[in-house]
């Protein structure tokens, strides 16, 4: 069973910078994609960006595309999200998530999921 537990979220002004966190438990293999989603209030969740375990394959959703950076640890314990010059409409509720294999396309049927960190950027 992989477990993964985010942190690192907040309250940050607008143009400011956060690095979110996903800490993932013995259990996860080489053959795994991390993502992230985010889901805002009254809206469905939506994909930010992924990146396979083992490589270079990375996919970015194009409203984050050159703010936002999915990254791994040399361990591969942590995935990270780096997220600069953030906006209110990034303001969200931020998810971890894991699935089998290396399609790091936008997609929804991670098996995996964290439990959330709240990322709020005011004006």
Not at 48 to 56: E, F, I, K, L
Request: charged share 20%; aromatic share 14%.
């Amino acid at each position: 069973q992989v477990q993964l537990v985010e942190s690192g979220g907040g309250l940050v002004q607008a143009g400011g910078s956060l690095r979110l966190s996903c800490a993932v438990s013995e259990g996860t293999s080489s053959t795994y994609t991390m993502g992230w989603f985010r889901q805002a209030p009254g809206k469905e969740r939506e994909f930010v960006a992924a990146r396979y375990w083992n490589g270079d394959y990375i996919y970015y959703a194009d409203s984050v595309k050159g703010r936002f950076t999915i990254s791994r640890d040399n361990a591969k314990t942590t995935v990270y999200l780096q997220m600069n010059n953030l906006k209110p409409e990034d303001t969200a509720v931020y998810y971890c998530a894991a699935r089998i294999g290396a399609d790091v396309t936008p997609r929804n049927d991670y098996r995996y999921w964290g439990q959330g960190t709240q990322v709020t950027v005011s004006l």
